[in-house]
């Protein structure tokens, strides 16, 4: 006979907090929401890698590419580039990312004197970037002749085919810094001459990068940011089950710090099969989750496969129709419950901690906090993050309003057909997702900043500093209907407010 679990599967709506005491040191500045992403041993003195926020952004077209992925690690969060793309395309979103910055980085604007401003143009539009190095060969790391920069041309007044030698600001007129230098070396030169950039060259003339007075700014701004052991910014990205082994490779060699398997059901032989052909080929060395599940057995055969974290979630995501579809699913507050519980018993049995990852469903910043308190580790977001400026869609105006817009992997648009089990032959029968619009919400940043002090006030009602304490502290309660609509203004006539 079929199996009928006893409880009934529960949401994070469902939930309310109860305060604990807040003691005097609970202060919101006092909190850290950094959390291990992936697997750690018992008495290890350190998770390999460790995010600064419990946010990671989800694996779609319509959510991570490489913009949103600079703006989120630079807020000390992690994106996982979308899977559903050539793996050219991938490799380069990631290669993007981990170029930026560098402090000092490979220039991606290069021309040759002999190209026009037409080409200048050209470049900044397929870039986003204004700052070209002309260099005799019109690579990277050609010898430097000039660099031109917005302030050189002036599109009303000039042909666009004049040429670059013609306009741009020559070597003779730049000051440079050379190849060793260090970065602080580097910042001081621009400050003391008042530069936004200074190309770094060897002795014999040839580029080495550039580094820019933004960077430095935005770094001082940005005290979370997320960074490698070379200062680059951090990126994940997804895989899939069917091309991994020439995925992997690429996404490995173009920087990706963790991979993830990018998957609406995760418990599957195909799974534990590409978790094996990476443990074979590279060892611990590359770290990469699985997932989705949203129980015990899921975990177990996971953790046994060798994922560095598991992802919890079926049916939860704000664009998922998968329940609808096939009836398969999980309210995700019960998931998250079920596989903390699995993960805190594979840790007691064999001292290795997986990290788990509350995926999907998360509609009130509220959620967050209740996600962490019920035994997650970190969360991955879509909804969230697709209505910030950085999200790879369009932004339009639709019935008075700004949005973007936001489709699901499962959606015809996508047509992320690796995702999901339908068929192996390379086409998706039936749709497990939406196509939508999100409300647009402005830069990424200034709705991290307000999200977190909302986690932060939350977490010290709680009386804890550490997402580890609220899990141990974390008092749960199971709300009525009725006072869930007591939980938001009731019986009063609002006034408009930019509440969000
Ligand atoms: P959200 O944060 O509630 O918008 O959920 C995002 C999550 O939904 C993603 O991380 C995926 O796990 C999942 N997802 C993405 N696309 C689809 C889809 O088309 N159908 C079902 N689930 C999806």
């Not at 660099?147 to 002036?154: F, H, K």
């Not at 074979?280 to 015990?296: C, F, I, T």
Request: with cysteine; glycine share 10%; aromatic share 8%.
């Amino acid at each position: 006979m079929a199996v009928l679990f006893d409880q009934e599967s529960r949401t994070f709506s469902e939930f309310l907090l109860v305060p604990n005491l807040t003691t005097k040191d609970c202060t919101p500045d006092n909190v850290d929401l950094s959390t291990p992403l992936v697997k750690y041993r018992r008495g290890e003195e350190e998770c390999p890698l460790r995010i600064n926020i419990p946010f990671t952004s989800a694996i779609m077209q319509s959510v991570s590419d490489s913009g949103l992925a600079v703006a989120l690690a630079r807020s000390g969060g992690l994106s996982f580039i979308y899977a559903s793309q050539p793996i050219a395309d991938q490799a380069e979103m990631v290669r993007k990312v981990k170029k930026f910055k560098a402090g000092i980085v490979v220039s991606d604007c290069n021309l040759t004197p002999n190209h026009t401003l037409q080409d200048v143009l050209d470049l900044k539009e397929k870039t986003g970037h204004s700052t070209v190095a002309v260099t005799d060969d019109g690579t990277a790391t050609g010898v430097l002749l000039g660099l031109v920069t917005s302030r050189d041309y002036r599109i009303s007044r000039m042909q666009t085919t004049t040429k670059v030698g013609e306009f741009m600001t020559p070597l003779v007129q730049l000051i440079t810094g050379r190849d060793g230098i260090t970065l602080s070396e580097a910042n001081d030169i621009i400050w003391d001459h008042k530069l936004n950039q200074l190309p770094i060259v060897t002795e014999s003339g040839n580029l080495v990068g550039l580094v820019f007075r933004k960077d430095y700014e935005q770094h001082k701004a940005n005290p979370l940011e997320l960074l490698d052991h070379d200062k680059r910014l951090m990126t994940g990205a997804g895989i899939n089950t069917h091309d991994y082994r020439e995925r992997v490779p690429a996404l490995v060699e173009a920087g990706a710090d963790v991979l993830c398997i990018d998957s609406s059901d995760g418990f599957t032989e195909w799974q534990a099969d590409t978790l094996a052909w990476i443990r074979e080929r590279y060892g611990d060395s590359v770290k990469v989750g699985g997932g989705n599940v949203v129980d015990k057995d899921g975990f177990d055969y996971l953790a046994a496969a060798g994922a560095d974290f598991i992802k919890v979630g079926i049916g939860g995501g704000s664009i998922c129709i998968t329940r609808e579809q096939k009836g398969i699913g999980v309210g995700q507050a019960s998931a998250v419950m079920a596989v903390s519980q699995a993960r805190d018993e594979w840790f007691r049995r064999t001292g290795d901690y997986i990290p788990i990852c509350s995926d999907g469903g998360i509609v009130y910043d509220y959620h967050m906090s209740l996600a962490l308190a019920l035994g997650a580790d970190f969360m991955m977001l879509g909804r969230y993050f697709a209505r910030f400026e950085e999200s790879p869609t369009r932004r339009l105006l639709v019935n008075g309003s700004y949005v973007k817009e936001y489709w699901g992997e499962g959606s015809n648009r996508a047509r992320n057909w690796q995702r999901y089990g339908q068929t192996t032959s390379g086409h998706m029968m039936f749709e497990e997702g939406v196509d939508s619009y999100v409300p647009y919400a402005g830069l990424l940043r200034d709705n991290i900043a307000q999200t977190l002090a909302k986690m932060r006030a939350t977490f010290c009602a709680c009386g804890a500093l550490s997402i580890p304490e609220l899990q141990k502290k974390a008092r749960l309660v199971r709300v009525s209907a009725t006072s869930i609509v007591e939980g938001g203004a009731h019986d009063v006539i609002a006034k408009e407010s930019e509440r969000n």
